[in-house]
């Protein structure tokens, strides 16, 4: 039985200008993994012109693909269309959901979605007060909930969570404090540890830190590009070495 290896990237920000540019970053992918996974805001601005130069970058590659929207390809009210042109051109894209992806004689199960905000345990927001705070919260639950579920009915070897808003506190250090509630929340990282998986994949915080784990001991790492500082990050889920 072969390793499982995840290449993962998250915060590619594609525009038009990138067309034809961001692929030969991916070159070889195949000989290094066996899955990419693209933990959200693949787009600048979320228009649908962008969405396309995204789908096409990832059209035909020789690996699974499997992806997340982010808060920017959520910026045009353009999010379904987009993710329209993504499954078009072959990627996996979740929303609240689960898929099992066959990687060579292997399956994964991966769930997740876009995720969101509201922080962590006692600095995070309540359903509590004014009703935009309690939707506020109560949407993030809501995913948290969806997540859980997923994982729970997921049958596969092996469970990996893609999200782009972070479940932990830890992978945002780099970031100003004030705004942790905006990237990410406790709820996410809760839900996960209830029903299990082996890893976690999450972008958007920029100035962040690589490697965290939730209080349950699931390795949470945050792949947003400028974290990485290179075109994807190769996890191992099979080796201890490969984290």
């Not at 959200?40 to 130069?53: A, S, Y």
């Not at 932990?168 to 705004?179: D, R, Y």
């Not at 990237?183 to 996410?188: M, Q, T």
Request: charged residues 25%; proline residues 2%; hydrophobic residues 40%.
């Amino acid at each position: 039985m072969t390793d499982l290896r995840i290449a993962a990237v998250g915060d590619i920000h594609l525009g038009e200008d990138d067309r034809g540019q961001y692929r030969k970053r991916l070159a070889g992918i195949e000989e290094r993994a066996d899955v990419l996974m693209l933990a959200g805001d693949l787009t600048r601005h979320g228009t649908l012109e962008e969405g396309r130069v995204v789908a096409d970058e990832l059209r035909g590659l020789p690996i699974p693909v499997v992806a997340v929207l982010g808060n920017h390809d959520y910026h045009s009210d353009l999010q379904y269309e987009i993710a329209g042109e993504l499954r078009d051109a072959g990627v996996v894209v979740l929303d609240d959901d689960g898929a099992v992806v066959q990687c060579g004689d292997r399956k994964l199960g991966v769930v997740g979605g876009k995720g969101f905000g509201g922080g962590f345990a006692g600095k995070c927001a309540s359903e509590f007060g004014e009703r935009e705070i309690k939707n506020f919260v109560a949407h993030t639950r809501y995913i948290a909930e969806s997540w859980k579920v997923a994982l729970k009915e997921i049958v596969a070897e092996k469970r990996v969570v893609l999200s782009h808003y972070s479940p932990i506190k830890e992978t945002l250090e780099g970031e100003p404090h004030e705004i942790y509630p905006f990237l990410g929340s406790y709820l996410l990282a809760e839900a996960v540890d209830t029903a299990g998986a082996d890893l976690i994949l999450h972008g958007h915080a920029h100035k962040g830190t690589e490697k965290g784990m939730t209080s349950g001991g699931i390795r949470v790492r945050n792949v947003a590009l400028p974290v990485l500082g290179r075109a994807y990050a190769v996890y191992c889920l099979d080796c201890e070495t490969g984290f």
